[in-house]
């Protein structure tokens, strides 16, 4: 029998993606358009697997519910599970794996654009240029070489990034729990401590993941360390920053620029077209309205590539799931 899978919060480009390579497994599909939730679960009856996405609310009801409708496994199609409750889950029998790399050059890449974006106001030119309006009032720019750039967590992402960097002439001062000396001495980066790279970075840009101990890393306290005029970026979760505490900064002028690609409160908003609704999140109605703050909807992992890897991994890992194997990218509580 064809192993059944419930696809939750799917798109047009999901569908066509995992339909194209489902060629090779044979599954048999059934795609929603709702994120999976406790209000969603229910819809997943019948099928072994649920493939959930990165803004998912998979609590200890939503598992209860799946666990009741016939799931044993929760296919994340993305590298980030704490939306899961790996406890509940691992209490009623359901196996959790995800993608835990599909593409970090598209990620390193889109940091790296926002950074330039933002340096170089090239999304304020664009507006301008559009209106037949070419002057250069107001976006002046800095050279990034020599600047100092704040990396924190260094995993496969970062690392692309610093070597990007680096070729770009500027100095990288990282964070890792886990440092890769090696990689440091090799590229030329150097290891150090939260506090000195929110005191020297001209740039920082956060690729850790979320946990208790780095929910909201980016918070009033940590803003008041910082250079005047700092860079933030934020590819990796959306909580890692106190979104109010980031709004202060940019009013006050402490934070010269935000680049954020997640937000905290996203689920609601992103991957939807709403531009016919009436924005009802103060914060992120703030965050648009800033001239030096670029906001993009969680796109950083979208190219071809990343698609085609997320595709392959979540198959291979429900293939695994079917034949009994060991999952290679299980994930436990």
């Known amino acids: 029998m064809k192993t059944k899978i419930a696809f939750f919060d799917t798109k047009p480009y999901d569908s066509a993606s995992f339909d ?25 009856k019948g099928c072994e697997v649920a493939c959930a996405f990165v803004n998912a609310t998979i609590d200890a009801e939503a598992i209860k519910i799946l666990a009741e409708s016939g799931v044993k496994l929760i296919a ?25 790399a599909y593409s970090p050059y598209a990620v390193a890449e889109h940091a790296l654009a926002l950074m330039l974006t933002l340096n ?16 250069l009032h107001g976006l002046m720019g800095f050279d990034m070489n020599e600047k100092t750039a ?16 680096r ?33 020297k970075s001209d740039v920082i840009s956060l690729h850790c993941p979320l946990t208790a101990e780095t929910e909201y890393l980016i918070n009033s306290n940590s803003i008041a360390k910082m250079k005047t005029g700092v860079m933030i970026i ?14 202060d900064g940019l009013k006050s002028g402490k934070v ?13 908003y992103f991957y939807e077209d709403l531009s016919n609704v009436v924005m009802k999140d103060d914060a992120l109605a703030r965050l648009l309205s800033f001239n030096n703050v670029v906001v993009t909807a969680h796109q950083a992992f979208f190219t071809e590539e990343a698609l085609t890897n997320i595709a392959q991994i979540t198959l291979g890992n429900i293939k695994e799931f079917a034949e009994g194997k060991e999952l290679t990218n299980e994930v436990k509580g």
């Open 256 to 268: 010269g620029y935000a680049g954020l690609d997640v937000y905290e409160y996203e689920s609601e």
């Open 20 to 44: 194209k390579h489902n060629k090779d497994y044979g599954f048999e599909f059934h795609y929603f358009e709702a994120q999976l939730n406790k209000e969603n679960a229910a819809l997943a």
């Open 120 to 135: 170089r106001n090239t999304h304020r030119a664009y507006e301008r240029t559009r209106d037949n309006n070419f002057a």
């Open 150 to 165: 704040g990396i924190v967590g260094t995993g496969k992402i970062a690392k692309i990034l610093i070597k990007t960097l």
């Open 76 to 100: 994340l199609r993305c590298a980030g599970f704490n939306q899961v409750d790996l406890q509940a889950a691992a209490k009623a029998g359901i196996k959790v794996a995800r993608v835990p």
């Open 234 to 247: 934020n590819t990796g979760r959306g909580k890692l920053i106190d979104t109010n505490a980031l709004i």
């Open 167 to 199: 070729g770009m002439g500027m100095r990288v001062l990282a964070y890792d729990i886990y440092p890769d000396h090696d990689f440091a001495k090799e590229i030329g980066m150097e290891y150090t401590t939260l506090d000195e790279i929110y005191a």
